[in-house]
Each structure stands twice: as structure tokens, then as C-alpha cells.
């Protein structure tokens, strides 16, 4: 997702197409599904540099669980919203797979 200028709403507005929707909010599957979007420069070069010792990504990620949502009333897209205080990084991750292991939804 493309970040456009300084302000990002709280929380992200996000169309998902309905088929990765559903797939998301099934609440039946083994293991637990989030979703994650990045929010980018429109510019490439403002969040992604390239050299032969490293490949780094900028700026950040927010995710969300949308297990058991609803099923949407529209056609093609259903808007989803990401809580800016969600954080998609290493620590959180660690922390969604104890909560998996110990049987809490995300």
C-alpha cells in the first residue's frame, strides 16, 4: 500500500478483495492468519535501497487478525481496518505465536 503524504489515519483503511477475505476470517483453519500491510513512499527509493551487502525495506507494517469477522454484503472488496498501534515486527510476532501456543486468538 502506497502511503500518501505525512498523515496516516488511525486506523488504516484497507480494501481486501473478498476471496483473501474470507480466507482470512475463517474461523475453522489449524493455524492462525493475519494480515499485514506495509505502508510505503509512492517513490521506491524513499523505502527500498539495494547493495550487495544488504536489501532494506523502510518505514512500517501494521497487521490484524480477522478471524470469525462477518461475511461481507458487497460484491468485489470488503474495507478492513488496521489499528496503528499494531505493529507488524519481530516482537510482536513472537508474541502472537506464545499466544497461539497457549490457545488465545489474536
Same mark, same amino acid.
Given at each position: 500500500?502506497?502511503? &500518501?503524504? !505525512? +498523515? %496516516?489515519?488511525?486506523?488504516?483503511?484497507?480494501?481486501?478483495?473478498?476471496?483473501?477475505?474470507?480466507?482470512?476470517?475463517? !474461523? /475453522?483453519? +489449524? *493455524?492462525?492468519? %493475519?494480515?499485514? $500491510? $506495509?505502508?510505503?513512499?509512492?517513490? &521506491?527509493?524513499?523505502? /527500498?535501497?539495494? @547493495? &550487495?551487502? &544488504? /536489501?532494506? #525495506?523502510?518505514?512500517?507494517?501494521?497487521?490484524? @487478525?480477522l478471524k470469525s469477522?462477518? +461475511?461481507?454484503? *458487497?460484491?468485489?472488496?470488503?474495507? $478492513?481496518? /488496521?489499528?496503528?498501534?499494531? %505493529?507488524? @515486527?519481530? @516482537? +510482536?510476532?513472537?508474541?502472537? #505465536?506464545?499466544?497461539?501456543?497457549?490457545?488465545?486468538?489474536?
Open positions: 500500500m502506497r502511503a &500518501e503524504g !505525512p +498523515a %496516516i489515519a488511525d486506523p488504516i483503511a484497507y480494501a481486501l478483495d473478498l476471496e483473501t477475505y474470507d480466507n482470512l476470517r475463517d !474461523p /475453522l483453519v +489449524a *493455524n492462525p492468519r %493475519i494480515l499485514v $500491510v $506495509v505502508l510505503v513512499p509512492a517513490a &521506491e527509493s524513499e523505502w /527500498l535501497t539495494q @547493495s &550487495e551487502r &544488504e /536489501l532494506a #525495506m523502510s518505514h512500517c507494517g501494521y497487521w490484524v @487478525s469477522k462477518p +461475511a461481507s454484503k *458487497n460484491a468485489t472488496s470488503q474495507t $478492513v481496518y /488496521l489499528p496503528r498501534k499494531q %505493529i507488524f @515486527s519481530p @516482537s +510482536a510476532l513472537q508474541a502472537m #505465536m506464545v499466544n497461539t501456543a497457549n490457545g488465545v486468538d489474536l
